[in-house]
């Protein structure tokens, strides 16, 4: 797959999630001249900004993370190697979450090593 390709569809899936977080700022009644500088935030200003308000605790803020891990990726030309053992991760994954930081190998060893954290978050 093509980089413009691959940013075309990490550019989705950020577009996906500054919606949801807008309804989850929404939640918070945030105002709309406040909310409007928060979707102008570039990604890691955004992070910043839900980690001073607590809001790393959720599935959005993970994705988030995830997002801004494979945009960096792909700007350093490492888009596609596992953040664990560097070896390809396979294109079926990558294909299901274009986000995707581990091989499937990886992947389940870091679920069983974090199945206990796991299970307390949830």
Avoid: W
Avoid at 39 to 53: C, F, K
Avoid at 75 to 81: A, I, Q, R, S, T
Avoid at 95 to 101: A, I, K, L, M, N
């Amino acid at each position: 797959m093509k980089n413009q390709d691959i940013r075309a569809q990490l550019s989705q899936i950020e577009a996906e999630l500054r919606a949801k977080i807008k309804l989850e700022l929404l939640q918070h009644h945030i105002d709309n001249q406040q909310l409007n500088t928060i979707q102008q935030m570039d990604l890691s200003n955004l992070i910043d900004y839900l980690s001073e308000i607590k809001l790393t605790d959720t599935c959005l803020f993970e994705r988030l993370m995830r997002l801004d891990a494979a945009i960096c990726q792909l700007d350093l030309g490492l888009y596609g190697l596992c953040s664990d053992c560097e070896s390809e991760i396979e294109a079926s994954r990558l294909q299901d979450d274009p986000t995707e930081q581990r091989c499937s190998v990886c992947a389940s060893r870091y679920q069983q090593e974090h199945r206990h954290e796991l299970r307390l978050n949830h």
